[in-house]
């Protein structure tokens, strides 16, 4: 929906805010009452008073809702509303980090989805077995299989005689794939975060099918979070006060003379 141009230049209504993208009037005014837009002036009745500065207040949260999700935007846009720059970008920092996060897990399920569907099937008893015997079979310690099941990779039952833990064909076809990873260097939690994604599937196959989907999610999401970043950049350089600016120019002619 088009915005109607206000009729009074460089000052706004809620309405001529919301219009710009598709929001309700009520929708501006509460982004305002909780710190999302910086705090309007306004007129002897009451009515609040936006400005060009709330209109790219409004576009940068709007555009950092779509790369961060809303309780790590409307934590930025409050810590730079309260003049705390640096509190904002850490939690944009940790939106960059969370995304590079996200695409080692998803080469990690690419590469573990590869082996487990090109590899023909291993013949395996459903018999359960004892920790000793899977330890045997990968080469580790038990101590090393009662650790993957702490960090939430293996979940194997206990018998019900001796109170030991017994290990399913799933379980360890689970560790297989764990220790496989570990190989490639990857993390425990990450392990985790990929076999948490297997069982979800309902199996490797199935999940294969939806790598492409995954990964281009994670590329829609970082081209958002690009569009964020330009978007607060453009509203922190109209909120820097002007003296804040010379001030920041004297410092440099200072150095560099």
């Known amino acids: 929906m ?26 501006v005014r509460n982004y305002e009452r909780d710190g999302v837009l910086p705090p309007a ?79 023909p099937p291993q013949p395996q008893s459903r018999r359960a077995v004892p920790i000793s015997v899977l330890a045997h ?15 939430g990779i293996l979940r194997p039952v206990r018998d019900p005689a001796t109170g030991y833990r017994v290990y399913s064909a799933d379980d360890v076809r689970d560790a297989e794939l764990a220790h496989l990873l570990r190989r490639g260097g990857y993390r425990l939690d990450h392990i985790a975060d990929v076999l948490r994604r297997v069982h979800d599937a309902g199996g490797a196959e199935p999940l294969a099918a939806s790598l492409g989907q995954w990964r281009q999610r994670l590329t829609e999401r970082g081209r958002a979070m690009l569009t964020a970043a330009a978007r607060l950049a453009d509203y922190l350089d109209a909120a820097q006060p002007p003296e804040r600016a010379l001030t920041s120019e004297a410092k440099t002619t200072t150095l560099s003379a």
């Open 2 to 27: 088009a915005a109607t141009k206000p009729s009074n230049p460089g000052v706004r209504r809620p309405v001529d805010l919301a219009r710009a993208h598709g929001l309700s009037a009520q929708a």
């Open 137 to 151: 079979r990968l080469g580790v310690r038990p101590a090393t299989l009662r650790k993957w099941e702490r960090a």
């Open 41 to 119: 002036q306004r007129t002897p009745n009451g009515y609040r008073r936006f400005t060009e500065l709330h209109a790219k207040a409004l576009s940068a949260y709007l555009a950092l809702i779509v790369g961060h999700g809303y309780p790590a935007s409307g934590e930025i846009m409050r810590a730079v509303n309260r003049g705390e720059i640096d509190t904002a970008l850490r939690v944009v920092d940790q939106g960059h980090a969370l995304l590079q996060r996200d695409r080692e897990t998803l080469d990690a399920v690419e590469a573990a989805v590869a082996t487990l569907t090109g590899a």
